[in-house]
């Protein structure tokens, strides 16, 4: 059974990739993805590996996002807590914008997870929205939608 730290490493080698189904299989089969800091109006809990695997299926908005930029390291910096089974980690991102070939590395997210029986039981992310909005040029769509709201 892997330990947590491991299972952390898979989810950066997953993200890095872009290979969601590895992502998804870090995930236990009741596990919950949640966003508590979602944009309004879109979903921020995913309850089971089905509705986990659903957001970062091939429909998912994430994929048109990722053809804006090439990402060429995700990096990941794991905080123990003092729960064996829960880690506390920081992610960032670096890449290049595909319209404007700017490099940038941006600070993308924070989450807290926890684990059992060797697998995500639930994962807590924390996106910087406004950080990686900037870094792929939709800052200004993003601020345009926020005033919609």
């Keep these: 059974m892997k330990k947590p730290i491991e299972i952390v490493e898979d989810v950066r080698k997953a993200l890095e990739t872009r290979n969601y189904d590895d992502f998804v299989n870090c995930f236990a089969q009741d596990a919950v993805l949640e966003m508590p800091f979602a ?4 979903p921020s809990r995913f309850e089971g590996i089905e509705k986990i695997a659903e957001r ?15 990402l060429h390291q995700v990096n990941a910096v794991i905080y123990q807590s003092t729960d064996p089974d829960t880690i506390l980690l920081e992610l960032s991102l670096k890449g ?5 070939s700017h490099s940038f590395n941006v600070a993308s997210s924070v989450a807290v997870i926890r684990f059992k029986d060797g697998k995500i039981i639930n994962y807590r992310d924390y996106p910087n929205t406004m950080g990686l909005a900037g870094a792929i040029g939709l800052l200004p769509q993003l601020a345009a939608s926020l005033i919609k709201s």
């Design 39 to 42: 944009l309004e109006n879109t």
């Design 56 to 70: 970062f299926g091939e429909k998912s908005q994430l994929h048109n996002i990722n053809k804006l930029y090439k």
């Design 96 to 100: 290049t914008n595909n319209a404007t």
